[in-house]
């Protein structure tokens, strides 16, 4: 077992991951958020942000054996924005991490809005040539009201075009947070979403549920969603994705009805899916109950 943490990569926590990057060598070549400034996320909140210089990075890729190199096919660059790296370093630690695994079929990463935008379409090609392949893409909302109550910092507007350019060439996977906009806004927060995925047409969409990590007073003036009212959300989003062959997942474990399908085709699928969970909560008496980690402290 020591043998085998000898030579994994350095690691610093709390370290997250797309749960389909389970299978992922994972290389922090950042750490922390360069944003950090989400209302609701708390995952990096005790994380100073840092750069990991690119002969530390060297460092860690040399010190996997070549017979283990041999096995790697996807890695996962972490943490919450690793495409934050300046495009000419990101370039050089790709070369390596191409030279040094010969079977690599993909490099992944979280991004945001401001990573999207300041590297041009250009400089996503150059990335994509070396392998970053595929994109999770926290857009969390398609109503700029939403976002800025999120204060994930750019308007749909500024980020819309380069989602469409880069995604004939890299894969997207945008995640949308239900219950960000409250009860008030909940209807402009789905059927923006909605409009938002429909004109990019990921390979990619999930549904997570928002979770209060950071700012207890989040739902202070747009008032807390119920269970009911996150699945009517749902519906909402998924009814109106248009779009074509979108691999959707509603499967993360804040979510109350695990969901996928390929979208528009498994539309209506997917929406039985929610009227029967929809129905289990009203039989359970827990359509207007709040979830209960909306109680708790953050
Ligand atoms: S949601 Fe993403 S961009 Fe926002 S603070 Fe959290 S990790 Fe950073």
Same mark, same amino acid.
């Given at each position: 077992?020591?043998f085998f943490y000898n030579f994994l990569p350095d690691y ?76 000419? /370093? ?10 040094k695994f010969p079977n690599l079929k993909r490099i992944s ?15 996503? /090609? ?23 109550? +999120? ?57 997570l549920t928002l979770f209060m990590r950071r700012n207890r ?62 129905? /289990? ?7 207007? +109950? ?9």
């Amino acid at each position: 077992m020591s043998f085998f943490y000898n030579f994994l990569p350095d690691y610093s926590e709390p370290l997250y991951r797309p749960p389909s990057e389970s299978r992922s060598l994972i290389f922090q070549i950042t750490e922390g958020c360069s944003h950090n400034k989400c209302t609701f996320c708390g995952m990096y909140i005790d994380k100073q942000f840092r750069l990991k210089p690119v002969n530390e990075v060297f460092r860690e890729i040399d010190k996997i054996p070549n017979d283990y190199a041999l096995r790697v096919d996807k890695i996962f660059l972490a943490d919450g924005d690793a495409v934050i790296y300046p495009t000419d /370093r990101l370039i050089i630690i790709l070369d390596k991490m191409n030279e040094k695994f010969p079977n690599l079929k993909r490099i992944s990463s979280y991004a945001g809005a401001r990573e999207l935008v300041l590297k041009s379409v250009h400089e996503w /090609r150059e990335l994509a040539h070396r392998k970053l392949t595929l994109i999770y893409f926290g857009m969390e909302s398609g109503n700029n009201t939403v976002r800025k109550l +999120m204060n994930k910092g750019y308007d749909v507007e500024e980020f819309i075009g380069t989602l469409k350019e880069i995604s004939s060439f890299i894969d997207l996977s945008i995640m949308i947070i239900l219950g960000g906009g409250g009860r008030k806004y909940s209807k402009e927060h789905a059927l923006d979403t909605a409009r938002v995925i429909s004109e990019v047409s990921p390979r990619y969409a999930s549904l997570l549920t928002l979770f209060m990590r950071r700012n207890r007073d989040y739902f202070q003036n747009i008032e807390t969603p119920t269970m009911g009212d996150l699945m009517e959300e749902s519906k909402t989003v998924i009814s109106n994705i248009g779009g074509s062959n979108i691999t959707f997942r509603s499967n993360h474990i804040s979510n109350f009805v695990s969901l996928s399908g390929i979208l528009p085709d498994d539309r209506e699928k997917l929406v039985s899916s929610i009227d029967k969970g929809i129905a /289990r909560l009203k039989a359970e008496g827990l359509y207007d +109950m709040i979830p209960d980690y909306y109680m708790e402290d953050c």
